[in-house]
């Protein structure tokens, strides 16, 4: 079975400083993972993915994230927050091998940016 | 660049009533899959699809729930007599052989009065 937790369901932080999100993960094989952001009545968008090759990845609008299987985390950081990263964020993971496979995503995390 | 396609945008319907959400997934993709989330919530899974038939579901998706693939282009999400709990926004999503991540619809909001 795999499972995704997403600790903190609102994170606020003042525009430049650095973004946290965190995810850690259950999964008794191999997972990818993934993280997607939603803007506002808008749909999921994939910002990054992990599939078991570097794990540093770099994702869209300079967000990476770090597989830490030791850790069983993947957490999503930002060096610098803009305005425009306001919004929901959701991780999930999905078994690493076979079919694409069914996701399983976390409660996500709003991100709030104060000016 | 390709992108999959829900429609209509928004739904209301009256509570009892059927529902059908439509879905064009990218049009090479082989695996196909509905989502929905109620307000507040996260995504949950609902279905899979794959040569034809459900590959895998949840335990949401009852006898209530129905997906079909009518033709060549589109995946569609049926709900037979619709509860006021079945109000939630739906993404469609699919994916090909060998990808790793699937592809996200902009969803449709299903409003049940």
């Known amino acids: 079975a795999q499972s995704v937790t997403q600790l903190g369901s609102h994170v606020s932080v003042s525009e430049g400083a650095l973004v946290l999100l965190r995810c850690n993960y259950s999964?008794?094989?191999?997972?990818?993972l993934f993280w997607y952001v939603q803007y506002p009545n808008q749909g999921l968008q994939l910002l990054l993915k992990?599939?078991?090759?570097?794990?540093l990845v770099k994702g869209i609008n300079g967000f990476e994230a770090e597989f830490k299987k030791s850790e069983t985390s993947f957490h999503l950081t930002k060096p610098s927050a803009h305005m425009s990263d306001a919004a929901e964020y959701f991780c999930?993971?999905?078994?690493?091998?076979?079919?694409?496979?069914?996701?399983?995503f976390g409660q996500g995390t709003t991100l709030q940016v104060k000016p | 660049e390709p992108e999959v396609t829900q429609t209509p945008s928004h739904q209301v319907t009256q509570m009892g009533q059927e529902v059908i959400l439509h879905c064009v997934p990218i049009?090479?993709?082989?695996?196909f899959y509905w989502y929905r989330q109620i307000l507040g919530q996260k995504v949950e899974f609902l279905v899979s699809?794959?040569?034809?038939?459900?590959?895998?579901k949840s335990e949401i998706f009852d006898d209530q729930f129905s997906v079909e693939r009518p033709d060549g282009s589109n995946f569609t999400l049926k709900i037979r007599s619709t509860k006021l709990e079945d109000s939630a926004m739906y993404f469609c999503?699919?994916?090909?052989?060998?990808?790793?991540?699937?592809?996200f619809g902009q969803g449709t909001r299903l409003t049940v009065v």
């Open positions: 999503a699919s994916s090909d052989e060998g990808d790793t991540e699937a592809f």
């Open positions: 999964s008794s094989v191999p997972p990818y």
């Open positions: 992990y599939t078991s090759a570097a794990t």
């Open positions: 999930a993971v999905r078994r690493g091998s076979g079919n694409t496979g069914k996701l399983i």
């Open positions: 049009s090479n993709h082989l695996y």
């Open positions: 699809f794959y040569n034809n038939e459900i590959s895998e």
